[in-house]
Nanobody, 121 residues
Framework: QVQLVESGGGSVQPGGSLRLSCTAS????????????MGWYRQAPGKQRELVAT???????NYADSVEGRFTISRDNDKNTANLQMNSLTPEDTAVYYC???????????WGQGTQVTVSS
């Protein structure tokens, strides 16, 4: 099993920045962490959960068009963490943000509990 704990959410004004962190434990820790694709997803009220960004153990990244150039996903394979630096936030970025770990070449996927991000003036 994999446990994911997110932190770093909160409220910020438009144009501001936030940094989210996700710490993995269980079977996605140690050397095994590198075999997991880490991702951030978000779900706004009344909308479906959507991809924000993903990063492989080899640091290959993928971003949704809506966040490209504003958000940066990173990971620390020694600390079993995945981070999301969010800059130039807009009210449209308001959502619950979820961390996801998917074991490479499998359908095994695990989710964190989510952290609220609110962008409002």
């Amino acid at each position: 099993q994999v446990q994911l704990v997110e932190s770093g959410g909160g409220s910020v004004q438009p144009g501001g920045s936030l940094r989210l962190s996700c710490t993995a434990s269980g079977t996605a820790s140690g050397r095994a962490f590198m075999s997991y694709v880490m991702g951030w997803y978000r779900q706004a009220p009344g909308k479906q959960r959507e991809l924000v960004a993903t990063i492989t153990g080899a640091y290959k990244t993928n971003y949704a068009d809506s966040v490209e150039g504003r958000f940066t996903i990173s990971r620390d394979n020694d600390k079993n963490t995945a981070n999301l630096q969010m800059n130039s936030l807009t009210p449209e970025d308001t959502a619950v943000y979820y961390c996801k770990a998917r074991r490479l070449y499998t359908d095994d996927a695990f989710w964190g509990q989510g952290t609220q991000v609110t962008v409002s003036s």
